[in-house]
Structures are given as C-alpha cells and as structure tokens.
C-alpha cells in the first residue's frame, strides 16, 4: 500500500470516528438545545474544513501538472528551436562537416527524449536526407532545396507536438508549409 493511500485510509478512519461521536453527543444532549447548536456549529465547521482541504489538495495536483506542463513545452520549443537553427547554420555555409554530423547525433538523442512519435518519424526521414546529402561534404542548391522540403514536414509535425491537440481541427499543415518553402 502506497503512503498516500495510508494517509488517506487514516484520514478517513477518523473523520467517521470523530463524526460519530459528535453525532453520539448529538443525541445525547436532545435536552440541552445550546448543547446541540455548539455540536452543530462543530460538525459544520469539521465538514466545512474536509471540502476546503480536498478542493486546495487538488488545486495543487492541478497547478504541479500545470507546472510540469509548460516545463516539457519550452524544452521541446528550445530544442527544435536548436535544431532549426543548426540546419539554417549548415545551409548559409553550404558545407556539412563531420563535426556538424555529431552534432545532430546529440540532437537526436535530446530530440529522442522529448518528441512525439509523429516528429520521430519525420525526423527519422530528415536525417535519412542529411545522411545521404553528407557524402560529398557539400550542400548544393538542390541539396538545400531538398533539406528545406525535409524541414517544412518536419515543422509541420513539430507544430502539431507543441501546440495543436484538437482533434477535431482538420488544417493540413504540412501541405501549406511545403507550399510555403517552394515558393522560394
């Protein structure tokens, strides 16, 4: 049994025990009625005290989740921030060095960490096209021209990961994303 559950076992056990006695000393002061009104007055405060404290105890639970929340939100946004402008880095020099290669291994493994299954598998796609642009060292026009095409579907599902949760919300993004970067 976790704590949390024993806490609450105990807690419970207790509020009845004390709720009965006081309903014990209720009737068994039915002769004296200021009695009966400081026991009423007792067991209103008492359940005024447990509903206060279950409302605040989940206002906690809400505001931690919360907390946590937008804590996973700036990494990922950092993170795909970082690797965006890495991969606009490499295509303003128009060379892809072996050190540039390690360094989107490392953002793999931080990407791996935080990404949604959908921008894993883009970015999977994305790193194929790098992989096989990387052999001549070179990036060429093209070559931008493609990894830019890579890119727009990788933002694409990474905008769905950071903001969009709806499902009811049909856009499709990435098409207007590829529209975007070919019109350049």
Request: glycine fraction near 2%; include cysteine.
């Given at each position: 049994?976790?704590?949390?559950?024993?806490?609450?076992?105990?807690?419970?056990?207790?509020?009845?025990?004390?709720?009965?006695?006081?309903?014990?000393?209720?009737?068994?002061?039915?002769?004296?009625?200021?009695?009966?009104?400081?026991?009423?007055?007792?067991?209103?405060?008492?359940?005024?005290?447990?509903?206060?404290?279950?409302?605040?105890?989940?206002?906690?639970?809400?505001?931690?989740?919360?907390?946590?929340?937008?804590?996973?939100?700036?990494?990922?946004?950092?993170?795909?921030?970082?690797?965006?402008?890495?991969?606009?880095?490499?295509?303003?020099?128009?060379?892809?060095?072996?050190?540039?290669?390690?360094?989107?291994?490392?953002?793999?493994?931080?990407?791996?960490?935080?990404?949604?299954?959908?921008?894993?598998?883009?970015?999977?796609?994305?790193?194929?096209?790098?992989?096989?642009?990387?052999?001549?060292a070179k990036i060429s026009p093209?070559?931008?021209?493609?990894?830019?095409?890579?890119?727009?579907?990788?933002?694409?599902?990474?905008?769905?990961?950071?903001?969009?949760?709806?499902?009811?919300?049909?856009?499709?993004?990435?098409?207007?994303?590829?529209?975007?970067?070919?019109?350049?």
């Amino acid at each position: 049994m976790k704590n949390s559950s024993k806490y609450f076992l105990l807690t419970l056990i207790t509020f009845i025990a004390g709720y009965s006695f006081l309903r014990l000393a209720y009737f068994q002061t039915k002769n004296i009625p200021f009695t009966q009104e400081i026991i009423l007055v007792v067991l209103g405060t008492i359940a005024t005290m447990a509903v206060t404290a279950a409302l605040i105890s989940k206002q906690s639970e809400v505001e931690l989740e919360k907390e946590q929340r937008v804590k996973i939100f700036d990494l990922k946004s950092n993170l795909y921030l970082d690797l965006i402008s890495f991969i606009e880095s490499l295509i303003l020099r128009g060379k892809l060095e072996k050190k540039d290669l390690l360094h989107l291994e490392f953002l793999t493994h931080k990407i791996s960490v935080v990404a949604d299954y959908k921008v894993l598998k883009e970015y999977t796609d994305f790193i194929d096209t790098m992989k096989k642009i990387s052999e001549d060292a070179k990036i060429s026009p093209l070559e931008s021209d493609e990894i830019s095409m890579k890119l727009s579907k990788l933002c694409g599902k990474i905008r769905y990961d950071l903001i969009q949760r709806e499902k009811h919300i049909d856009i499709n993004i990435e098409n207007l994303l590829t529209k975007n970067i070919k019109k350049f």
